[in-house]
Structures are given as C-alpha cells and as structure tokens.
C-alpha cells in the first residue's frame, strides 16, 4: 500500500472520511455550532498509522476507531458546526517515513489539526514535526514519557511519568509472594525496551530473582532458541516486553518445546491473537480499558463497544472487542474534539493549554495532563486471558464481575 490518503473504501488519492462515536461522554462530540471565522469548509484532521508492515495488525484497529469517530461526529453537526475531513496517510510502521509523511500533511495537504500515530518511534517522529510547526498533537500509546518534552503534546495513554516503576510495581503488587523468580526477555522496540529494563530494578527491590534477561531485535522470526533458554531458566514469571505478534512468536516456539509459563506477562500485545491462542491462557498485560464493567458504564461506552464490535466484525478481525488500544486511540479523538468545544476555537496553542490546565473526560476516565512532560497519574489496570478473552483482575475496583486472578 502506498502512502496515499486511506478511506472505508480503500486507497484514494483525497478526502478520506473517518469516523467518531454520538453521544460519547457529552464534552467529547459538540453539537452544531455556529461557523467560526476560519471558514465554513470542512475542518481537516491529518494523521498516519501504521497500516502495513510489522505494526498493522494494531493499526489497523486505530483507523477502525477513527473511522467511527468521525463519521458519527459528522451525524452529530461536525465539529465546530463544521464537517470534518480526516486526512490519513500509511506510515508503514517505520518512524522516517512518518515523519516525511507528517511534513506533507501540514505543508501539501493543509490540514487543519493534526491527530498521532500509533506507536512510539513513530509518535516522537510526528511531534518533531508538530513542534516544528507549533501544532497541537494528541496521541495515544507513547510510552517513554520522559521523551515527550513538547509543550503541545498531548497524551490520550494514561500510563504516567514513571510507567516503568507504577506498572511494574502493580503487576508485582498483585502477584504477592507467590513469584520467586523471574525470566525477563525483551523487544528492542523502543518503549517495549524502555519499560521492561526499566522493571529490572523493581524486581530486585523486591527480592524476586531473575534467572534470565535476553533482547532480541523488533522483527525478529526466530524465536526457537530464546525460547530454550527460557524454558531452562523455568522461572516463576515471564515477564516479556512485546509488542504485536511478538509474544505469540515465542509462545509458538515455547509449545514446540513443550513447555508452558506458569505465569507471563506481555506488554503490549495484540489483543486478539493472544487471546484467542491455546498457548495464550492465563497470560497478563496492562490495561487503560476493556469493554466490561465496571469500565463501560462510562457516558457513551456501551454505543461505542457496539459501533466497534460491528465494524470489526465486518472487518473480520478476530476479536471485535474495544480495549486498551482501541479505548486509547478513541480517547485521543475525544480529547482533540472536547479541546476544539471548549475553546470554541482551531488555535493549537489555546487547545493545548485549555487541556493541560483542565484535563478532558474519555470513556477510560478523565485524563490529566498536569504533571511532569504533561503527563498525569497512570490509570493502568492488569487483565488476564480467561476463556480466550481479556478481563480485569486487578485492582479490585475494576475488576471484572465474575473474575478472578489465576496464579501457578
């Protein structure tokens, strides 16, 4: 696929129309409003994701999101009694190419905002670019904040300053005393990278023993000899920062060797192929969002699951469920648009204050982004696969009704 304009009906050359949800959260979709004085065309929101290479089974989920978004918001009046364009472009999964691309959106295609990418390479390219022309960027899924040091970034991905300790510490939290040992295999994918490292120290604050620590190169095939390794430490914990197909790689290979984790961790895993595989039952991530209560008792939630469900389905993925990077990606949307009302404005620097001052509700919650490089608190909850789909198992408080932690 080229790096032409993506719409529902495929590869146009313009004018590719997106998607929103009515009714999400009142302060998320405006009404009609009145024209404002900086025209009565469409407003056009500009943006990549990763639609092929090694990053597309996630992306891919991101348009689906963007496609609902808009064209529901459009239903409802637009945006700023405006209709609205959204100008997506297919980075290719690769940082430099999104970069280039984002460069286009703002000095060929003039676009009016600008929305991020998925994924951390190419999130920090689309800032540089942002920054360069003093733009907003709301974003979902960074996840090195201390990389985030533009005052008009905007973070959807409430996962907090210091996610490498915060997460960590709850995953370790919940666990109890139950984990002795630990084998820590990571991706060098950037934020995958950045996070697992960054949980070694925990682990040692902790007395948990770690008996293995490998890396190994994002895109990586063979997975065979990482995974003899780990089945000779045999600890207690695999604790693996993945991200994609990666953690179903090296289950696939875990399996050909017979041996199964007691316990594992993924960071960030496409949802639906480890639910959905044998080999992943019982394994953990982090989470911001599933569509499940208590979580989807949230102002336009349950509209939102159904919209997406139906699109996904259509799509025939898998796993039609909204979680954490579809809830993510949609809160993104919803912060951009409540920025836009509340300003009553397309000025990027007064949309950025107006969110770092005043936060901005979302189906995950109200997100703040009041601390350090705008970040608030982490709102991170742990979900495990349980009859090959997600649920919430801890803290309590959002705990899936019915569920209940598994620990070997």
């Known amino acids: 696929m080229s790096d032409r304009e993506i719409s529902k009906s495929g590869v146009t050359r313009r004018g590719a129309l997106a998607g929103g949800i009515a009714t999400a959260a009142a302060a998320s979709l405006p009404a009609a409003i009145p024209a404002l004085a900086q025209g009565t065309g469409p407003i056009r929101i500009g943006s990549t994701l990763a639609l092929t290479g090694p990053l597309a089974q996630t992306g891919i989920l991101h348009k689906i999101v963007g496609d609902i978004f808009i064209d529901q918001a459009n239903k409802s009046g637009g945006l700023l009694g405006r209709k609205v364009e959204w100008v997506l472009l297919d980075d290719q999964s690769k940082p430099d190419v999104t970069r280039t691309l984002y460069e286009r959106l703002l000095t060929v295609d003039k676009v009016d905002l600008l929305i991020g990418p998925y994924a951390t390479g190419s999130i920090l390219s689309a800032m540089g670019v942002a920054q360069r022309y003093n733009k907003i960027l709301v974003h979902h899924t960074f996840g090195i904040p201390s990389l985030a040091k533009y005052d008009m970034h905007i973070p959807a991905w409430p996962i907090g300053f210091n996610p490498e300790k915060t997460v960590?510490?709850?995953?370790?939290?919940?666990?109890?005393?139950?984990?002795?040992?630990?084998?820590?295999?990571?991706?060098?994918?950037?934020?995958?990278?950045?996070?697992?490292?960054?949980?070694?120290?925990?682990?040692?604050?902790?007395?948990?023993?770690?008996?293995?620590?490998?890396?190994?190169?994002?895109?990586?095939?063979?997975?065979?000899?990482?995974?003899?390794?780990?089945?000779?430490?045999?600890?207690?914990?695999?604790?693996?920062?993945?991200?994609?197909?990666?953690?179903?790689?090296?289950?696939?290979?875990?399996?050909?060797?017979?041996?199964?984790?007691?316990?594992?961790?993924?960071?960030?895993?496409?949802?639906?192929?480890?639910?959905?595989?044998?080999?992943?039952?019982?394994?953990?991530?982090?989470?911001?969002?599933?569509?499940?209560?208590?979580?989807?008792?949230?102002?336009?939630?349950?509209?939102?699951?159904?919209?997406?469900?139906?699109?996904?389905?259509?799509?025939?993925?898998?796993?039609?469920?909204?979680?954490?990077?579809?809830?993510?990606?949609?809160?993104?949307?919803?912060?951009?648009?409540?920025?836009?009302?509340?300003?009553?404005?397309?000025?990027?620097?007064?949309?950025?204050?107006?969110?770092?001052?005043?936060?901005?509700?979302?189906?995950?919650?109200?997100?703040?982004?009041?601390?350090?490089?705008?970040?608030?608190?982490?709102?991170?909850?742990?979900?495990?696969?349980?009859?090959?789909?997600?649920?919430?198992?801890?803290?309590?408080?959002?705990?899936?009704?019915?569920?209940?932690?598994?620990?070997?």
Do not use: C
């Open 168 to 408: 960590t510490n709850r995953v370790m939290d919940m666990l109890g005393n139950k984990v002795k040992t630990v084998a820590v295999v990571t991706s060098k994918f950037p934020s995958v990278h950045f996070l697992t490292v960054g949980a070694r120290p925990v682990f040692k604050e902790r007395g948990i023993q770690e008996v293995l620590f490998l890396e190994f190169e994002f895109g990586a095939k063979d997975f065979g000899p990482i995974a003899a390794r780990v089945k000779d430490a045999n600890p207690d914990l695999l604790f693996m920062g993945a991200i994609g197909l990666e953690g179903n790689q090296l289950l696939e290979a875990l399996e050909k060797l017979n041996w199964t984790p007691r316990n594992h961790f993924y960071t960030y895993p496409t949802p639906g192929p480890l639910a959905l595989s044998p080999m992943g039952k019982d394994a953990l991530s982090f989470t911001a969002y599933e569509d499940l209560p208590p979580l989807n008792k949230a102002p336009g939630a349950a509209e939102f699951g159904k919209l997406f469900t139906d699109a996904a389905k259509a799509a025939n993925n898998p796993y039609p469920f909204v979680e954490t990077q579809t809830a993510a990606s949609y809160s993104a949307w919803q912060i951009l648009f409540h920025a836009a009302k509340e300003t009553n404005s397309l000025d990027d620097r007064k949309m950025a204050d107006f969110l770092k001052k005043n936060g901005a509700p979302t189906i995950i919650g109200k997100v703040r982004f009041d601390g350090p490089n705008n970040y608030g608190e982490d709102m991170m909850r742990i979900k495990q696969v349980q009859n090959q789909k997600w649920v919430i198992v801890y803290p309590d408080e959002f705990k899936t009704p019915g569920s209940q932690l598994i620990i070997k």
